[in-house]
């Protein structure tokens, strides 16, 4: 069964840069099928879609994060990751990395809170 | 700027049926916005319900199914149970600009 484990930094300060790796396993990244992304939850928010990437490294943004975003593919080991710039308090979230196929999301890591304090 | 919508909050009775609905600020819901569905539980990782507006995902029990209704995308439960009180998210592909959003979440109350 597919698994896919967060991990990174938990504790990042003000005006620096985020950055998480996802790491796959039981399943190949290189798989053509299946577009690889990342989600974050503020404490007591919503989910927001932050962006995915495919396996040749083509990638997808939302608009509100796009210009500080960027998410990679490492295929040799079977993992990408996450780079988020200049963040800010309102960055703080749990970020989950996750599988998209075309039609929605279908596996989940157990995400990993990210706090931006000084 | 596009806006997911749902319900922020719903009650059941526990063995009733209950549909949330998921809808767009500017427009109608189809299939081709593929619309998809989720339940989270405090603490814990989103586990996936529904794919491709109709598509149960592996080991969710036939209780829950999704649908068009009208202009949104709906998820209905059948038969609640104490344990499908949480919260509930749709995930909607809005266009090629915007990508993916996710809805702000229902939070379902059985009682």
């Known amino acids: 069964q597919l698994q896919l484990q967060e991990s990174g930094p938990g504790l990042v300060k003000p005006s620096e840069t985020l950055s998480l790796i996802c790491t796959v396993s039981s399943g190949s990244i290189s798989s053509g099928r299946y577009h690889w992304g990342w989600i974050r939850q503020p404490p007591g928010k919503g989910l927001e879609w932050i962006g995915n990437v495919y396996y040749s490294g083509g990638t997808y943004y939302s608009p509100s994060l796009k210009s500080r975003v960027t998410i990679s593919v490492d295929m040799p080991n079977n993992q990408f990751s996450l780079r988020l710039t200049s963040v800010t308090a309102a960055d703080t979230a749990v970020y989950y990395c996750?599988?998209?196929?075309?039609?929605?999301?279908?596996?989940w890591g157990q995400g990993t809170l990210v706090t931006v304090s000084s | 700027q596009t806006v997911v919508t749902q319900e922020s909050s719903f009650s059941v009775s526990p063995g009733g049926t209950v549909t949330l609905t998921c809808g767009l600020s500017s427009g109608s819901v189809s299939s081709s916005h593929h619309p998809s569905w989720y339940r989270q539980t405090p603490g814990q990782a989103p586990r996936t319900l529904i794919y491709s507006t109709y598509t149960r995902s592996s080991g969710v029990p036939d209780r829950f199914s999704g649908s068009i209704l009208g202009n949104k995308a709906a998820l209905t439960i059948t038969g609640a149970q104490a344990d499908d009180e949480c919260d509930y998210y749709c995930?909607?592909?809005?266009?090629?600009?915007?990508?993916?959003?996710f809805g702000g979440g229902t939070k379902l109350t059985v009682l």
């Open positions: 995930l909607l592909y809005v266009d090629s600009d915007t990508n993916w959003v």
């Open positions: 996750a599988r998209q196929a075309g039609s929605g999301l279908d596996s």
